[in-house]
């Protein structure tokens, strides 16, 4: 079969390479989509923390069913998508009902070998049925699925000012389900079309550019002077990690979705007066999977509109570097299979 290797930073090769046989516990997808994320081009960059080389990337994905061992309630054909974060499921964080931070995880596409080929064997236990949606709804499950599960682990109420800094893919979904909780959503990003596409395409009220030079005066106008009591990075950028302590409310949460790979710094004063809470989100669980698509099918979200380029298998090679140039336009671009 045709695979897609990210042999090193910046290099991209197609290497042909045998199908996959069946084994015990696990099932063998026929890909029929995979959706590019931040991951991915990080790991293209060679910014990507988690990240070994070579490697075949590709973990937000969908496909054909083609055989199985052990998936009860599954048959060959169904249209799937996948949990790709593979759990050793008897780990301290596994016992305690967390696989999504499992402490021996691999996270398919990042520590093993992801979707990039036209035939994938996972674990039987990370199939998640299609419910009836296409193939380009189901690879978006899985970048839905991390922006829902920092909302949830940050308890957002009705009625919170809830910031989100970043408005790609993730952070876009970190924004649909803080309007689904009921949150005035704030959206803050350096992209001035991303910021348009906020408030165009999924209704945000809000939106703060970030390079203003009055960041802190708008915020407490928005919030009638409280500031946000919910504040999402999901950019990976130190730099915003870092400025956005100064935005939080007093109580305030500040969710760490997004990922880098240096320290952080903030006043402990400052912090501590606030009695916040900054804590990291990381992955997300199964029943997150289950509500993106209880709300997909429920037309809650339309996230086909985040698709911004489509290339077919055979074109990812000569397109990806361009995906890393802001002047692209690039939101989602979504990879097709024959």
Known sequence: MNTLVCAQPGNMEYLERPDPALTGGNAIIKIKRIGICGTDLHAYEGTQPFFTYPRILGHELSGELVDFDNAPGFQRGDMVTIIPYFNCGICVACRNGNPNYCVNINVCGVYVDGGMVEYLSVPSYSLVHGYGLSYDELALVEPLAIGAHGISKAKVAMGENVLIVGAGPIGLGAMEFARIAGANVIAMDINESRLSFCKDKIK???IVAARSTDILQQLMGITNGDMPTVIVDATGSRTAINNSFQYMAHGAKFVLIGLQNEDISFSHPEFHKREG????????????FQHIINSLKDGLINPLTYI?????????KSSFEGWLKPETGVIKAMVSFP
Request: proline content about 0%; aromatic content about 4%.
């Open 277 to 288: 809470t900054l804590m990291s989100s990381r992955n997300a669980l199964r029943q997150d």
């Open 308 to 316: 911004t380029h489509r290339v077919n298998f055979d074109e990812v």
């Open 204 to 206: 945000v009220e809000h």
